[in-house]
């Protein structure tokens, strides 16, 4: 006789108990979606990750330059300003994130044949997420891919 009672309780308070929590799981999941999209959103429109954005294909198109003027002229240009204006416009040469007057951001140098693959043939040190964090910014390799260049913790003066 105690079975079937404790049975019977089982089914009609366990799947009302069941309800609310599942409710209440897709409350907090619903919440916590707002929130990500919300923090994902606010922190694509901040001034250092739109110069990111920016720089990363101001980057690529150099690279791309540096590229097609070594197929076509069977060398490196000697610096960038000899990409311009023939392969890319003067203006992305400049990182968004520059505030310098120099019309030239990007580090580079040539590559020799026995520098490896991820030889970082350009360079941009312009971005700071932290005034206590290192300039980082994107590197372009040899083999055409781009890297982040990590920012690390600057090193306390004592
Ligand atoms: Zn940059």
New binding site residues.
Partial sequence: MEQPERREGFLTVKPTMWRIGLVGCVVILIFFLIAISAIIFFIGRTPYYR??VE?HS??QRIGDAVGRYATKNDAYPKSLKDLVPDYIPAAVLK????ESAGAV?YIYRIPRPNDPPTFHILE?H??QLRKDMQPG??AYQKNGQIVPLIQEPLKLKR
Avoid: R, T
Avoid at 95 to 98: H, L, T, V, Y
């Fill in positions: 110069n990111l720089c101001h980057i990182c968004p994130a520059d951001s941009c312009n971005h910014g994107w």
